[in-house]
């Protein structure tokens, strides 16, 4: 694995160092003077280049517009690429992401795009192949790895193979049987001659049914047919071919709805082909409920962890910081489990922590747009092992909720210049797009606002590969329920992370350096104006702070 070293000054830790240290240099205990120790801020990035990674996720048709017709496209990306990761480390004005996953962008008859027409090509909205290459070499540049979204349970039915097998099924006499040999794509879906369910709709006015789980506009593809598996196989490599990173893998669950055993074996049949073709190339799956984690024994990187996600989520639980057992304890707990099921499932997979996507109400909406909230439900991502996805949108607290249009609304880039702007989903409804913060250009110029914290708490994950790799162990001598204390271990480094999750009250935190070998704070992050700091063996943390100390 290549490994880079590069510095970089982290503004929110350089320039607080002492806010906190001020009002205790001069404490005395009753006997002796109370020794204060200053932090020593690393700044050295150790970023590693491997499928451990921090991604950010962005809907093209609302990222990004450059010809002015009011839908992002990839050229528009393509100027916003210094935004996620400008490939300089001296600087301070990107967010330090080097994962993008693209929503997809294959040619579809809907904003959204999982209804795909050709599985090797651009939607015309978004630009063009070449926009495409352009987009790759760019990335490359900045050290960014790009995966793409692959739909596979279903196609559009505007794709050719689902046109070609229901015009041949219209022409089919009554009674007739179809014959794959004289139409091949009639066992690409599933049809039938009744409608024995409400997901089977009528091929024009012929005898004859298509499976359709999602919509009427969505066919679903018939796994059982080798030549689909063929299909994608060649999909696949025309992308990794062209340098894309690896695949998002849609709908997971619903190749063979309610049949976890046949999903895992479609999967270790893709992981497999994809991984003859680029061993590197990275998988995420889209798995959205039950015994997601079983779908890492087929092979493939990462499944989506849920469990963190959403309003009801575990991170979202904590930081609301009212329901009882929700607590730094709780998720020192399910840190553990997670990372353990996941390796139990398959000893090299990669958790995927989220909070939102682009099915999911935005967190600033869902915390109320309470700023504090916001920033530790990132602060508290940013420690977590594996690949952690970010929504495009939430490190700037945009709202959005109800319907899907609502919660792919337009990046806010500025709040007087239009350049790049976009309109969003043609129905989005403005009583649920809510936005109370300020535009990017105006968050990169405050040290204070939810855009710097995340860059920073993105810029720890850079400087400390342990805490998206390490081996994880509970600090049991904490015992005070709001404090997460864990140290990390990763090639015989170690760090230790506490968190302070409770929003009111300030914690003190007794930890031997001698015994926990470690000397004083190198990183943190603080969601108000006072910082964590140490004197002697103890740790103080203000409430939502974090630090991590070696």
């Known amino acids: 694995m290549k490994k880079t070293k590069k510095k970089i000054m982290m503004a929110i830790m350089a320039g607080v160092m002492c806010v906190s240290l001020s009002a205790c240099a001069d404490k005395k205990s009753t006997e002796k003077e109370v020794e204060t120790v200053a932090p020593d ?34 050229p528009g990306l393509i100027s916003k690429l210094d935004y996620i990761n400008d490939g300089d480390d001296t600087t301070d004005s990107d967010l330090g992401m080097n994962g993008i996953w693209l929503m997809p962008i294959h040619p579809s008859p809907t904003y959204h795009k999982y209804d795909v027409m050709d599985y090797c090509d651009i939607d015309k909205a978004y630009g063009t192949l070449d926009d495409f290459k352009k987009l790759l070499e760019e990335c490359d540049k900045r050290g960014i790895k790009l995966i793409i979204d692959l739909v596979m349970n279903h196609s559009s ?22 014959d794959a040999n004289v139409c091949p794509y009639v066992d690409y879906y599933t049809f039938k001659r009744t409608k024995d369910s409400g997901n089977y709709y009528q091929v024009g006015d012929s005898e004859w049914y298509y499976n359709a ?35 998002r893998l849609d709908a997971v669950k619903e190749y063979y709805s309610g049949n976890t055993a046949a999903n895992v074996e479609v999967l270790k049949w893709f992981n497999d082909y994809v991984k003859s073709v680029n061993p590197d190339a990275y998988i995420v799956a889209e798995a959205w409920s039950g015994d997601y984690y079983e779908y890492l024994s087929s092979g493939i990187d990462s499944v989506f962890d849920f469990n963190y996600a959403s309003f009801d989520g ?11 057992d929700y607590n730094g304890q709780y998720l020192t707990d399910n840190l553990i489990y997670s990372k353990d099921t996941v390796k139990s499932k398959n000893e090299t997979s990669i958790p995927a922590p989220f909070f939102a996507n682009h099915d999911l109400n ?29 929504y495009y949108g939430d490190e700037i607290g945009l709202g959005g909720a109800g319907d899907d249009e609502n919660k792919r609304s337009p990046m806010i880039w500025s709040s007087s210049d239009e350049t790049g702007k976009t309109r969003g989903p043609v129905n989005m409804q403005p009583e649920y797009v809510i936005n109370r913060f300020k535009s990017v250009e105006e968050q990169q110029k405050d040290e204070s606002s939810i855009w710097t914290y995340v860059r920073d708490a993105v810029k720890l994950r850079n400087i ?28 015989d480094s170690s760090i230790i992370i506490l968190a302070n999750t409770s929003s009111k009250d300030e914690k003190k935190v007794e930890l031997s350096r001698e015994e926990n ?33 070696k």
């Not at 689909?228 to 695949?247: N, R």
């Not at 575990?314 to 009882?324: P, S």
């Not at 309470?370 to 991502?381: H, P, Q, S, V």
């Not at 342990?466 to 990390?488: N, Y």
């Open 157 to 178: 039915d505007h794709h050719e193979w689902f046109l070609s097998a229901c015009e041949y099924l219209e022409g089919l006499a009554p009674g007739e049987e179809p």
């Open 517 to 549: 070998n470690y000397t004083n704070i190198k990183g943190m992050l603080a969601t108000g104006d006072k910082n964590p700091y140490q004197t002697e063996d103890t740790i103080v943390l203000p409430p939502f702070s974090i630090v991590i100390l």
């Open 362 to 390: 935005r967190a600033a909406h869902y915390l109320g747009f309470k700023e504090d909230k916001i920033k530790m439900d990132f602060g508290l991502l940013s420690i977590m092992n594996g690949s952690p996805f970010y």
């Open 41 to 74: 801020i690393e700044t050295e990035l150790n970023v590693i280049d491997d499928n451990y990674r921090n991604y950010y996720e962005i809907f093209v048709y609302s990222f990004c517009d450059s010809d002015d017709d009011g839908i992002g496209d990839i």
């Open 464 to 491: 400390f590969p342990e805490i998206a790799r390490g081996e994880i162990e509970d600090i049991e001598s904490v015992t005070d329920e709001d404090v997460l204390a864990i140290r990390k271990t990763y090639n």
């Open 213 to 247: 789980g999602f919509s009427s506009n969505m066919p679903d593809l018939n796994w059982d047919n080798p030549k689909v598996k063929t299909e994608f196989e060649a999909i696949a490599k025309f992308w990794l071919d062209m340098g894309v990173g690896g695949f």
């Open 314 to 324: 575990h991170l979202a639980n904590i930081v609301q910081d009212n329901i009882e």
